[in-house]
């Protein structure tokens, strides 16, 4: 973790507004958190945080945009798994590599997915899902947000690790996805917006796709815990990026002053309340060594699954 004894470096910056750049359209999580960082930011900073949205391409449009900008500490990105460890194996024609066009500073958030099914699939646990896969290969199919996105990966891990073949069903919006889920149309979905579906009764959750229980719900099982899969793990985080060359006395203050930010009790809670994340505030170190441990685990599983690439 960045320590506060770090702030002491770099305390000539900033002497103006930075810009905070979201890969994703104003309303979503990312969105969400930039806009959750940026206040608190700068308040801390002395200088104001404009959150401008850059969304398209999967992410890229925005990854290209700051790999572009100067090496100052006034343009940063609220990146995501997507845009540093997954678009290089499914977008190999990138105008950026994620890993030398980059400086990481922290990895602000990270938030799974709950593994729902249809209320009417004779299942209540994650093994009795497993169980059903492998007496009926083939016959179940669970709901993406679509060809390589993170949910399609988290479930093809886990067809993976639990060896068996649930057929994937893509969706361009995660509203038809849920309601297809809440009907039966399809049986089972990786999603993080699915706990007003299961409040309501229309979805039942089995588990979640974290590391470890989430401290919101720690009565929903870890998917690893609860389908006897060890290691089975599968977040979108979110994390802010500079431009590489950006000089490291700036990496560690911003790296140290969102630590600092993210670890307060409302702060966290906010996340919990608004993005389904659990706060993080990792070091810039922590931070490359995810980017780079994710990219090696998620072109293992694409892969395996055979997922086309976008050229």
């Known amino acids: 973790m960045a320590t506060s004894s770090s702030i002491v470096l770099g305390q000539d910056y900033p002497t103006k507004p930075i810009r905070l750049v979201s890969a994703h359209a104003a309303g979503g999580a990312a ?8 206040e608190q930011l700068g308040n801390k900073l002395g200088q104001p945080i404009v959150v401008e949205n850059h969304p398209g391409a999967s992410t890229a449009l925005a990854a290209e945009y700051v790999a572009r900008a100067p090496a100052d500490g ?12 997954i678009n290089p194996t499914i977008m190999p024609a990138l105008k950026y590599d994620a890993i030398k066009d980059f400086a990481p500073i922290t990895v602000v958030a990270s938030t799974p997915f709950f593994l729902g099914t249809n209320v009417n699939l004779p299942v209540t646990s994650v093994q009795e899902l497993i169980k059903m896969a492998k007496q009926k290969p083939g016959k179940l199919n669970y709901g993406s947000s679509g060809n390589g996105t993170s ?14 073949n649930m057929l994937q069903i893509p969706y361009k919006a995660t509203s ?8 039966g149309i399809i049986q089972v979905v990786f999603g993080n917006d699915l706990l007003p579906f299961s ?3 229309k979805v039942r959750i089995l588990g979640v796709t974290s590391k470890d ?4 719900h720690p009565e929903i099982p870890t998917v690893a815990e609860a389908g006897n899969l060890p290691g089975y793990e599968a977040s979108v985080w979110y994390g802010l990026i500079a431009p590489k060359g950006t000089p490291p006395k700036i990496i560690n203050r911003l790296s140290a002053t969102i630590h600092d930010i993210v670890i307060d009790p409302k702060v966290k809670q906010k996340i919990m309340a608004t993005i389904g994340g659990e706060a ?32």
């Open 213 to 216: 229980r989430l401290s919101g």
């Open 31 to 38: 969105d969400t958190l930039s806009r959750i960082v940026a």
């Open 74 to 85: 006034y343009t940063i990105l609220m990146a995501t798994v997507t845009t540093l460890s």
């Open 151 to 164: 949910s399609h990966l988290a479930g093809e891990l886990f067809n993976d690790m639990a060896n068996i």
């Open 280 to 311: 993080i505030g990792s070091s810039p170190e922590a931070f490359s060594d995810l980017i780079q441990s994710d990219t090696q685990k998620w072109r293992a599983v694409i892969k395996r699954a055979g997922i086309a690439t976008v050229q």
């Open 176 to 183: 038809a996805r849920n309601t297809d889920l809440s009907s």
């Open 199 to 201: 409040e309501t009764g």
